[in-house]
């Protein structure tokens, strides 16, 4: 092509570009090829349009008949018990307590929910939110009458444990660990570290004990005794919340068993901590007898965009990788988040 005012040849540019595009869509189209035959990619791609609402909807697991119209609801506790929203790779999940007081409040509202079914995979958490799971389920039972069975996945210790307490029955699957009735308040002590790099804390304060558990200086011998005497109360309700659910228990075997240990499913039976060890399925079938129901339908509650064909379908597996007790974020090391009390078994955390 020739440029009129110039009289010089201008190459034209739209050609070299399509030409570019042209051979990397079909560099692309033949690597995905390449991958579709190898069985590296799926061989066909799905788009499924979701409903943008957050509410929770009914999803039937199983059906012993389609005419079944009595349900068993099955609510899932699982991951790092907190109040607030789990931290998700791609941004924030849900509140857990929220989320469980919304499960139990559709459980409540629906007639035909003859009974709930609390299943448990958790190594604990925050004080008070495993205090307000366990309030919750207290409230619904008091509400409605309708029986909560606890049922331990891999793990249901400490505050999954607490929160156990509030059912009616108690039972684990034969390779659950449970147990680790206790306290944790885990504290950081980067002060040697940061002296090596030529970083020194210097805090004012209002009062002597205002940066108690400060990750930037040594403890006070008065300063761990101040935590220990919280730690300590946190550790009689605890107490107080397991003699209340394990009636056959006295204060004196409670108070030995409860020395923060794990145990497991046939020690946690033999010493009164649970009621049986079954799995899910002799769960559902009991509670078909003991409420004179002949078919039942198991369902749960769930947000738009999840699936799940029937009660195996999620039972989430507990992930050290949730507890996250000491975030070395460069941020978080120079403004430290408030220091939590823990009904947690964290072996790692130390």
């Known amino acids: 092509m020739t440029d009129p005012v110039t009289n010089m040849e201008v ?66 506790v699982s991951g790092t018990i907190q109040n607030g929203s789990v931290t998700k790779f791609l941004g924030a999940g849900d509140n857990p307590v929220s989320t469980l007081l919304e499960q139990l409040d559709k459980a409540r509202k629906d007639g035909n929910v003859k009974a709930v079914i609390l299943r448990i995979n958790s190594p604990g958490g925050t004080v008070v939110a495993s205090e307000l799971m366990h309030d919750e389920i207290m409230y619904f039972k008091k509400k409605t009458g309708k029986p909560v069975i606890a049922v331990m996945m891999d793990v249901a210790a400490s505050g999954g444990y607490y929160i156990a307490c509030a059912c009616d029955e108690i039972v684990a699957q034969k390779s659950t660990v449970t147990g680790s009735i206790g306290v944790i308040m885990q504290l950081v002590n980067v002060a040697g570290t940061l002296e090596m790099i030529g970083v020194k804390s210097d805090a004012i304060t209002s009062g002597k004990h205002k940066d108690s558990g400060s990750p930037f200086r040594t403890m006070r011998p008065e300063e761990r005794d101040l935590f220990q005497g919280i730690i300590n109360d946190m550790y009689e309700r605890f107490l107080d ?59 749960t509650y769930m947000r738009t965009h999840e699936y799940r064909p029937n009660y195996y379908a999620q039972a989430p597996v507990y992930s050290s990788n949730q507890v996250n007790l000491m975030n070395l974020d460069i941020k978080d090391a120079l403004t430290p988040s408030a220091p939590s009390f823990m009904y947690l078994w964290a072996p790692g955390a130390n």
């Not at 042209?22 to 990619?41: E, K, N, P, Y």
């Not at 003991?290 to 339908?297: A, E, F, Y």
């Open 11 to 76: 190459r034209d540019l739209k050609t070299p570009i399509e030409e570019a595009r042209r051979t990397a869509s079909f560099a692309f189209l033949l690597l995905a090829l390449t991958f579709m035959a190898s069985g590296c990619l799926p061989t066909s791609f799905l788009i499924t349009p979701v409903s943008g609402s957050r509410h929770l909807v009914e999803t039937e697991l199983s059906s012993d008949s389609f005419f079944a119209s009595s349900k068993i609801a099955l609510i899932d």
């Open 241 to 299: 919340v397991v003699e209340a659910g394990r009636p056959k228990l006295d204060e004196q075997t409670i108070r030995k068993l409860a020395d923060g240990r794990v145990y497991t499913a046939g020690q946690a039976l033999e010493h009164g901590l649970i009621d049986r060890i079954a799995s899910l399925r002799t769960v559902i079938d009991g509670l078909k007898e003991q409420l004179d129901i002949t078919n039942v339908r198991v369902v």
